[in-house]
């Protein structure tokens, strides 16, 4: 997407309004609530954007720009959507979504923040509240807890997971794998866990193969971790029946963490990327992972 030009005009700051042109604004998509970009701090209080806040809406469009498809996709098939955002946080990605797509739906499809942190959880009730967003809730859990919870519907279209932190992405996988999710959409932060087996196994690892020179050094160890965890998340997709893509979130130059991996359930064979998936833990010297990317249901197979 490119970057539009800034404009100085304001936009008015009512509750509802929406921008109805593309002139005054360019960057605010028509429809959208002025408010409500105000209340996320994407506008400032009187209606300008800066640096700072342009910067976050192209991120959040860049990303969006994946997501619609998806959304138009399920919506034509089911006729409603259900989509669950997991390490919601503030909700940037669950309100922009909502405003751009849901808020002209009357069919019951729904969008689910999954956040532990109750103070954002309640903060972004009350937004929903204030804007009058009916589809909209924000539960108090962690992802491995909503994975049982009964608030959520058995069967979910859509998961998104944004920087949701060390293995809450894992748990999100868990969660649309067990929700039969049609399509996942994963921005992973950092995860720690499988650089520390790598680092724990190093000793015996080491005098195996040359290529385990890849992560000797503490730095490296860190480095190739969170890109072998991301290699075994696809894989394990891969062996669960998902097509996957995995691509650059462009505009996220502040964060290391730009990797975007959209899965979509294909039902496609199974059987090789789940060997090459324990080939990999095998080589790496983590088998113990085993169970964190093969589930019960994969086990089965
Ligand atoms: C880096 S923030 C990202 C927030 C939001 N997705 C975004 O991109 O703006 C990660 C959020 O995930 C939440 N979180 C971390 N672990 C979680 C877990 N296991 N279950 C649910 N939320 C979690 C944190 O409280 C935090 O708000």
Redo the contacts with the bound molecule.
């Keep these: 997407m490119k970057p539009n030009k800034p404009s100085a005009k304001p936009v008015p700051a009512k509750i509802g309004a929406t921008v109805t042109g593309a002139d005054n604004m360019p960057e605010i998509r028509e429809g959208q609530t002025v408010a409500l970009l105000q209340e996320l701090h994407i506008l400032t209080r009187d209606g300008k954007m800066n640096q700072d806040s342009r910067r976050k809406l192209k991120q959040v469009y860049h990303l969006y720009q994946f997501i619609e498809p998806l959304l138009k996709d399920v919506l034509a098939e089911k006729g409603q959507v259900s989509l669950v955002d ?5 909700s ?2 669950g309100f922009i979504i909502y405003d751009l797509f849901f808020k002209a739906l009357n069919d019951g499809s729904h969008i689910y923040g ?4 109750e103070e ?1 959880v309640a903060r972004s009730q009350e937004l929903a509240k204030q804007f009058n967003f009916p589809g909209m809730s924000f539960l108090p859990l ?3 807890e909503s994975t049982e919870s009964k608030l959520l519907p058995d069967r979910v279209d859509i998961v998104t997971a ?4 060390n293995t ?1 992405t894992d ?1 999100a996988i868990q969660f649309a794998l067990k929700k039969k999710a049609k399509y996942m959409v994963l921005v992973p ?1 950092c995860q720690a866990e499988v650089a520390s087996v790598l680092k724990k196994n190093k000793g015996q690892s080491l005098g195996k193969s040359a290529l385990t020179e890849i992560w000797r050094h503490p730095i490296h160890t860190r480095e190739f971790g969170s890109q072998i965890t991301n290699v075994l998340r696809c894989l394990q997709l891969e062996a669960h029946g998902y097509q996957v893509n995995v691509t650059e979130l462009v505009g996220w130059e502040h964060s290391m963490k730009n990797e975007l991996i959209i899965a979509t359930y294909k039902n496609l064979p199974r059987q090789r990327p789940s060997e090459r998936l324990r080939e990999v833990l095998e080589t790496v010297g983590l088998e113990e992972m085993g169970n964190r990317f093969f589930t019960e249901q994969l086990e089965k197979q």
């Design positions: 997991h390490g919601a946080g503030k940037y990605l999954i956040e532990t942190r954002l962690s992802v491995a944004l920087h949701a932190c809450a748990d932060c």
